[in-house]
């Protein structure tokens, strides 16, 4: 995808590496996508064409000087001025994407029927590590319609073990077995 927020995403990330501040502000855009997505009308104030952007940058200013790097609010100032502040989640994909692929980390979402054990979550990330040689970021998320077994969701990927698959695959079967 090379939509502005991929672009402008990969642009800051670049600027991070280059002065060895990826973590920092991958954690401050976290934060904020969170803050973000709790509030949606501050995006939609920011975006909004009744203010100018000299008071949308202000309002900027006022919210975050101090709180978050300097690289980070003047990157929110230049999405606001260029009017594509509704794209900072895909600037925050970009950005994590980024982040992962140069720190070997993969993340993972284990998808079961009942919630997973600690010990269960260890013995998951410990196989995931050791066939993908990531670190890996284990996620779950519990979907009772799985009935059982383990669904993982990767890197546009998808292994689906669980029962319901397993009963999708042997009713696709029977409907086209010709007896």
Known sequence: MTGPGSVYGQALYDLAAEENLTAPILEQMRALADSFRAEPDFIRLLSSPTLSKEERCGI??????????IYLLNFLKLLTERGYMRAFNECFRTFTENYYADNNMLEVTAVTAV????????????????ITGKTILLQSRVDPACLGGMRLDYDGQRLDDTV??????????LKNTVL
């Not at 900027?60 to 790097?69: A, M, N, Q, W, Y």
């Not at 319901?164 to 079967?173: A, N, T």
């Open 60 to 69: 900027l200013d006022d919210s975050f000087r101090g709180h978050i790097h």
């Open 115 to 130: 919630p997973l054990t600690e010990k269960q979550r260890l013995a998951l990330t410990d196989k995931l590590t050791a």
């Open 164 to 173: 319901s698959h397993r009963l999708d695959s042997i009713r696709d079967l």
